[in-house]
Nanobody, 114 residues
Framework: QVQLVESGGGLVQPGGSLTLSCAAS????????MGWYRQAPGKDRELVAT?????????TYADSVKGRFTISIDNNKNTVYLRMNNLNPEDTAVYYC??????WGKGTLVTVSS
C-alpha cells in the first residue's frame, strides 16, 4: 500500500524556518517527480517545489518561494524534505507531499504568525 506521511509542520514566527519531511513507503522511491504542494485557507492547492531525476536531478520552485525554500531527497531514508527559510504569513497553508501523478499525503499544517 502506497503511503506518504508528512511531518514537521507547526507554528513559527515571521522570518523563522521549518523543515518538512515526507516519508514514503510502498512505492519505488525513484518515482518522478516528488513534490510539495500547499493549500491556504480559501485558495486552490498550488505547486511549491518538485524534484525529478528523469535524466539528472532537477528542482523547480514556485516564484513565491524561490531563494527561500529548498527541496531535497534522501534515497536511503525514502524521504523528501522541504526546508523553508524566511517564512512569512503568506506561507501559512497545509503542505502536501506528492509522488508522481497519483499519490498524495494527508498534509501538515504550517502557520506563520507572531
Amino acid at each position: 500500500q502506497v503511503q506518504l506521511v508528512e511531518s514537521g509542520g507547526g507554528l513559527v514566527q515571521p522570518g523563522g524556518s521549518l523543515t518538512l519531511s515526507c516519508a514514503a513507503s510502498g512505492i519505488i522511491f525513484s518515482i518522478n517527480p516528488m513534490g510539495w504542494y500547499r493549500q491556504a485557507p480559501g485558495k486552490d492547492r498550488e505547486l511549491v517545489a518538485t524534484y525529478s531525476t528523469w535524466r539528472f536531478p532537477t528542482t523547480t520552485y514556485a516564484d513565491s518561494v524561490k531563494g527561500r525554500f529548498t527541496i531535497s531527497i534522501d534515497n536511503n531514508k525514502n524521504t523528501v524534505y522541504l526546508r523553508m527559510n524566511n517564512l512569512n504569513p503568506e506561507d501559512t497553508a497545509v503542505y502536501y507531499c506528492k509522488a508522481g501523478s497519483d499519490y498524495w499525503g494527508k498534509g501538515t499544517l504550517v502557520t506563520v504568525s507572531s
